[in-house]
């Protein structure tokens, strides 16, 4: 290039003398400057010149070949708004409408070319500003993004099918899980001795936690985290219906809302509430029943999970880190795996704290998946 | 058989606790991650350690059957997604899980076995030796 041009460019400086048409920049607007030739000629978007109306005046070579066109002069001094679809018609108006006051407008549409070859535009359409500065043409800059479009479109259809895919791999888990639950309540319903009843109805109620996940995994279409409160508070309701069918325990729930956590918490989280409701129930509250509160909140940088009732209290000497009982062994190993803090206290009855940091979700699957 | 069983899954690992526990093997510990994998195997030297490759810390079972080999440390890899075509530098073999006791047992028998240099014997279905 060997124009040392500056300053204002021709096409605005001179707008009365702009021919209309298109093709060559030299036959047309550049034939004023070699630099403006040079710029339309290799520009590869199309550029546009209108008048304030918005009616067609100019169309650089490069854009002839983008938009198909043979014969640039069937468009002279028609509105621009004709040669876009119906549907986009009133972005196109509106577009011109800001530009002739003096402001840019930015869209990207759908706009078949003249032979029918479906195009994605991105389109910048702004004011052309005289020596006084106020608008005297319209410059409309058309960027071809057909193959991002389609490559947005690709990937839209495959986050699509994954999120079909997930949807239905947890519908099916749950199912699965919930057969499973189904073929231990028929078991623990034919067991005539109490102990064994109360096993299977243990396994019963530990599997119903993992399909509970599942189930709220595929309720919400989520697919990595799952909101806490609503969770915890389900759980409260399915574990005591499992040992608790008579009713005699009253479960009161105070878990705000909006706390979300990635499955590689919740799920041991869920699983450790549920062994600690249970305790309750097993030792807690003997015929008369009772109450048990779950209360889930976020303070600070911590989640704080606490589950107590109103029943005999801990044993004397108890200790969270010496348990004994599969239960509270089952507790202390998911404790330490979430890295949470467990205590105890008494009185009255007996109340469980679990505090740990409030991390966002990592995205890792639910225990077992992926490479574990 | 004293054994080390580095595992994410805290459920999971107590099973696999018990069903060696069962069978007269002692669990030497439980490590979730790279660091605690190498103090305990450092600690307590253990005759085997079963290494998941997904861990707390990412997909570090990989470098702990590495760095345990160089401690002397036999490995089994125990996953979900054993890889016919990758063998790990350091372990005796890959069993895929869910693995039930009667196939934990016996892949702990073969895998002595092979680091004794003995004939392996029948190998359990899962059992992958390198």
């Known amino acids: 290039?060997?124009?040392?041009?500056?300053?204002?460019?021709?096409?605005?400086?001179?707008?009365?003398?702009?021919?209309?048409?298109?093709?060559?920049?030299?036959?047309?607007?550049?034939?004023?400057?070699?630099?403006?030739?040079?710029?339309?000629?290799?520009?590869?978007?199309?550029?546009?010149?209108?008048?304030?109306?918005?009616?067609?005046?100019?169309?650089?070579?490069?854009?002839?070949?983008?938009?198909?066109?043979?014969?640039?002069?069937?468009?002279?001094?028609?509105?621009?708004?004709?040669?876009?679809?119906?549907?986009?018609?009133?972005t196109v108006i509106a577009s011109v409408g800001a530009a002739s006051?003096?402001?840019?407008?930015?869209?990207?549409?759908?706009?078949?070319?003249?032979?029918?070859?479906?195009?994605?535009?991105?389109?910048?359409?702004?004011?052309?500003?005289?020596?006084?500065g106020s608008p005297v043409q319209i410059l409309c800059a058309l960027r071809d993004i057909t193959e991002l479009k389609r490559t947005e479109t690709a990937l839209k259809d495959a986050l699509d099918a994954k999120e079909a895919l997930l949807y239905e791999v947890n519908h099916r888990v749950k199912n699965s899980l919930a057969l499973v639950t189904s073929l231990l309540t028929l078991q623990s319903s034919h067991a005539k001795e109490p102990k064994l009843k109360q096993t299977l109805d243990e396994a019963r109620s530990r599997i119903g936690v993992v399909a509970q996940v599942h189930?709220?995994?595929?309720?919400?279409?989520?697919?990595?985290?799952?909101?806490?409160?609503?969770?915890?508070?389900?759980?409260?309701?399915?574990?005591?219906?499992?040992?608790?069918?008579?009713?005699?325990?009253?479960?009161?729930?105070?878990?705000?809302?909006?706390i979300i956590l990635g499955l590689d918490k919740a799920v041991p989280l869920a699983l450790l509430t549920s062994e600690l409701i249970t305790n309750s129930l097993k030792y807690?509250?003997?015929?008369?029943?009772?109450?048990?509160?779950?209360?889930?909140?976020?303070?600070?940088?911590?989640?704080?999970?606490?589950?107590?009732?109103?029943?005999?209290?801990?044993?004397?000497?108890?200790?969270?880190?010496?348990?004994?009982?599969?239960?509270m062994r089952i507790v202390g190993a998911l404790t330490r795996q979430i890295r949470a803090q467990l205590s105890a206290s008494n009185g009255p009855g007996a109340c469980f704290d679990i505090v740990f940091p409030a991390e966002p979700p990592k995205g890792k699957g639910t225990p077992g998946d992926g490479a574990g | 058989m004293k054994i080390l069983i580095v595992e994410d899954e805290a459920l999971v690992a107590m099973a696999m606790e018990s069903y060696l526990a069962g069978a007269g093997h002692t669990v030497v510990g439980q490590a979730d991650d790279f660091d605690t994998a190498v103090t305990l195997?450092?600690?307590?030297?253990?005759?085997?350690?079963?290494?998941?490759?997904?861990?707390v810390d990412g997909d570090s079972g990989v470098d702990v059957a590495s760095q345990l080999n160089k401690q002397s440390v036999p490995c089994l890899i125990v996953t979900s997604n054993c890889n016919p075509h990758r063998q790990l530098d350091g372990?005796?073999?890959?069993?895929?899980?869910?693995?039930?006791q009667s196939i934990l047992v016996q892949a702990v028998a073969v895998a002595r076995r092979k680091v004794r240099g003995l004939p392996v014997g029948d190998v359990p279905r899962g059992l992958a030796l390198y």
């Open chain 2, 91 to 100: 372990a005796v073999g890959c069993l895929q899980k869910p693995v039930n």
């Open chain 1, 215 to 258: 189930q709220r995994l595929y309720q919400t279409n989520r697919h990595n985290d799952v909101e806490l409160g609503p969770f915890i508070a389900d759980i409260g309701q399915d574990v005591v219906g499992v040992f608790d069918p008579q009713g005699r325990v009253t479960v009161e729930t105070d878990c705000e809302a909006d």
């Open chain 1, 101 to 132: 006051g003096g402001e840019a407008m930015r869209f990207s549409a759908f706009g078949p070319t003249v032979k029918g070859t479906a195009k994605w535009w991105d389109v910048v359409v702004s004011p052309v500003r005289g020596d006084d």
């Open chain 2, 41 to 55: 195997a450092e600690a307590t030297r253990p005759d085997l350690a079963l290494v998941d490759i997904n861990l």
């Open chain 1, 1 to 90: 290039m060997t124009s040392s041009f500056h300053g204002t460019l021709p096409l605005a400086a001179t707008p009365a003398t702009t021919p209309f048409g298109g093709g060559h920049a030299k036959d047309g607007l550049g034939a004023q400057n070699p630099l403006v030739a040079l710029m339309l000629d290799n520009s590869p978007d199309c550029l546009q010149l209108l008048d304030l109306d918005g009616r067609f005046l100019f169309m650089n070579g490069p854009g002839l070949a983008l938009l198909e066109i043979d014969d640039v002069t069937a468009l002279q001094n028609r509105p621009w708004s004709d040669l876009w679809p119906a549907e986009v018609a009133d």
């Open chain 1, 284 to 327: 807690a509250f003997g015929e008369k029943g009772g109450i048990l509160r779950i209360a889930l909140h976020r303070r600070d940088d911590h989640i704080h999970l606490r589950v107590c009732d109103n029943g005999a209290g801990l044993p004397d000497g108890f200790n969270v880190t010496g348990m004994g009982g599969l239960g």
